[in-house]
Antibody
Framework: EVQLLESGGGLVQPGGSLRLSCAAS????????MSWVRQAPGKGLEWVST????????YYADSVKGRFTISRDNSKNTLYLQMNSLRADDTAVYYC?????????WGQGTMVTVSS | EIVMTQFPATLSVSPGEGAILSCRAS??????LAWYQQKPGQAPRLLIY???TRATGIPARFSGSGSGTEFTLTISSLQSEDFAVYYC??????????FGGGTKVEIK
């Protein structure tokens, strides 16, 4: 069974940093592009970033470019999102998602709250 | 950036009735469109990709149509588990990948 399990969310002050992880299982992780999608409380879905499976090409939304870094460790079947210079408007549930360019499988999400 | 607009924002439907949800793109996205369903407290679930291809395990009462800038998701006979928020997403021209604002299908 394909599973994605996010972790690393929490409460952080504005300007702070956080690293999210997404542990994958049930498929050949290195063969698939992976993405992060977020959802602010009561709002819609916003694509954040994507990383390819093996070439490690990365793509970012303008709203996070220069502050967030997506990466992966194919030996550990894990996807990461390093978030720096966090702002209040980064507050959201962050989902990792498998497949591109549509998102076939989603994790359960991890909540990030940016507040003083 | 391609802007996706969904309408109506809320659709009130009685169980057993059909529902038609609309999604419009600011520029043509060909057939590069997906639909998702999201229930409260849950992650989204892929329903449709390629504008009209049902994802694995999705019931036949869900169907997608359209191309270019106009798309519809039709639910032929709403079941209790279908009351949720539905999002469209374009992947023709990215980055960025963009979603519509969602349509909430509620019980009438």
């Amino acid at each position: 069974e394909v599973q994605l399990l996010e972790s690393g969310g929490g409460l952080v002050q504005p300007g702070g940093s956080l690293r999210l992880s997404c542990a994958a299982s049930g498929f050949t992780f290195s063969s698939y592009a992976m993405s992060w999608v977020r959802q602010a409380p009561g709002k819609g879905l916003e694509w954040v970033s994507t990383i390819s499976g093996s070439t490690l090409s990365t793509y970012y939304a303008d709203s996070v470019k220069g502050r967030f870094t997506i990466s992966r460790d194919n030996s550990k079947n894990t996807l990461y999102l390093q978030m720096n210079s966090l702002r209040a408007d980064d507050t959201a549930v962050y989902y990792c998602a498998k497949d591109m360019p549509w998102f076939g499988i989603w994790g359960q999400g991890t909540m990030v709250t940016v507040s003083s | 950036e391609i802007v996706m607009t969904q309408f109506p924002a809320t659709l009130s439907v009685s169980p057993g009735e059909g529902a038609i949800l609309s999604c419009r793109a600011s520029h043509s996205v060909s057939s590069n469109l997906a639909w998702y369903q999201q229930k409260p407290g849950q992650a989204p679930r892929l329903l449709i990709y390629g504008a009209s291809t049902r994802a694995t395990g999705i019931p036949a009462r869900f169907s997608g149509s359209g191309s270019g800038t106009e798309f519809t998701l039709t639910i032929s006979s709403l079941q209790s588990e279908d009351f949720a928020v539905y999002y469209c997403q374009q992947y023709n021209n990215w980055p960025p990948l963009t979603f519509g604002g969602g349509t909430k299908v509620e019980i009438k």
